[in-house]
């Protein structure tokens, strides 16, 4: 059978993106499609467009490796960041191959085949098409349902309550008391950026979060950009970046009491008498939960100014005119942020099946962190969780790009990793985050094992070197030629 697509990608944003584009680089000759249920690209740059939304890994990471960040800021805003990928798309030619406001409902690989047989919904009776490889750029989180906690009380608050997940794009706060309940990178992000027209901004939180100042422009870069070729200054800039981020993590891991010194000295430095240990000094260690970027010192200076503050108790309730805690303060307010946080999804919410049958992703294991013991034809990008998630989506992208011009070099039109029922494989928590998100979905999550392949690692330097060392056939990928493959078909 001659599919209609040798590869489909579902997801616009950074990770189908990379993918698309390694494939117009590295497999000119293989036709794709790309499914985004939103109206623009973009993924979570798309969805997100709350007050000051921005990068919190540097442009440097953040952006990818085969198109050049230009900007002058390595920390970048929503609409920087869409103008970038659009770039991007327009420099590949990929919006032809964008199916906008259309959804993956289901997917099924039918071994008969070798092909993947997907269910699409664009408003109208639901559609079918057929794909030889299935990547799925469709990020971590559920894009419809946050981690949104019911408070006692919510419907007595006379207010506005937001999540920032659907923020309202007329939303007046200028003048308004603003409630901010959440201490992650969002809060942290909202939180100025609302101080500067609100009355007054409180972050409320159960526990302090690590906070790590840094300058929005990287002058180092910026000084490489005028003195070279804007590839080479920006490949000089990354790989820095890159080291420097993965000596960070590394060193808050092995000595965490050596970087919770250097963070608390610096918040000290950076609030003086605003300072207290209460609200800002966290009960875990430097990156047991993502560090939190502040550019700038930007929180900082709003705490600082007066125009914010930072409040660590618990909720007893809502009440119409906002928050009443359990210590027995009252937080006063007219709009109500709940930064609770995500929810994780796995594949996208996609109904994934083997020749009808479910597949229970919590009984396979990650196998070279993208693809699924035993599940044919597919891979998936879940971001780094130390790291800026575009390294993970061009690492990956550029593996199964390999992987595609393997299978054509072969003939095969089937590839899986083979794990049998008698392996003697340890399972191992890669996901050692205290974050709450990343608790909560712990019970769906595949498993990963304590070496690779059969992992899905958090260290970008050793992947990239696993890529650059390790065959594509390695004896654990099988290849099969399940159908007759027509000349130049993808196989």
Known sequence: MSPDVDVLIVGAGISGISMAAHLGMLCPDRTYAMIERRSQPGGTWDLFRYPGVRSDSDMYTL????????????????????????????????RPHIRFGTSVVSADFREEDACWHVTLADGGPERRMTARFLYLGTGYYDYDHPHDPPFAGRDAFTGTIVHPQFWPAQLDYAGKQVVVIGSGATAVTLVPAMARQAAHVTMLQRTPTWMGARPSRDWLARLGQAMLPARLA??????????????????SRAKPGRMATFLTRAARKALGEHYNERDWLPPYGPWEQRLCLVP????????????????????????????????GRHLTA?????????????????????????INWRKHFY???????????????????????????????????????????????????????????????????????????????????????????????????????????DGVLIFDRQTVAQPGELA
């Open 234 to 251: 920006y490949r000089l800039a990354r790989a820095r970046n890159i080291r420097f981020s993965d000596y960070v993590f590394k060193t």
């Open 367 to 473: 196998y070279r962190s993208c693809m699924f013991s035993n599940v044919p034809n597919l891979a998936v990008v879940f971001g780094y969780l130390n790291a800026s998630w575009t390294l993970r989506a061009d690492i990956t992208a550029r593996y199964v790009c390999q992987l595609l011009n393997r299978m054509h070099a072969t003939g095969c039109d089937k590839v899986r990793p083979v794990l049998p029922a008698d392996h003697a494989l340890e399972e191992d928590n890669v996901y050692d985050f205290s974050s709450g998100y990343i608790q909560r979905a712990l019970p769906l999550m595949p498993k990963s094992a304590t070496a690779l392949p059969w992992r899905l690692n958090q260290d970008y330097m050793e992947d990239r070197r696993d890529l650059r060392e390790r065959p594509v056939e």
């Open 334 to 358: 007219d709009i109500i942020v709940t930064a609770t946080g995500l929810r994780l999804s796995i594949a996208g919410n996609i109904r994934a099946t083997l020749d009808g049958q479910r």
């Open 63 to 94: 952006g990818f490796e085969f198109e050049p960040w230009t900007d002058a800021d390595s920390i970048a805003g929503g609409d920087r960041i869409r103008a970038y990928l659009d770039r991007v798309i327009d420099r590949f030619a990929m």
């Open 296 to 327: 700038d010192g930007d929180f900082f200076k709003a705490v600082r100014e007066g125009r914010a503050e930072v409040v660590t108790d618990r909720i007893a309730r809502f009440d119409e005119r906002g928050v009443v805690l359990e210590s």
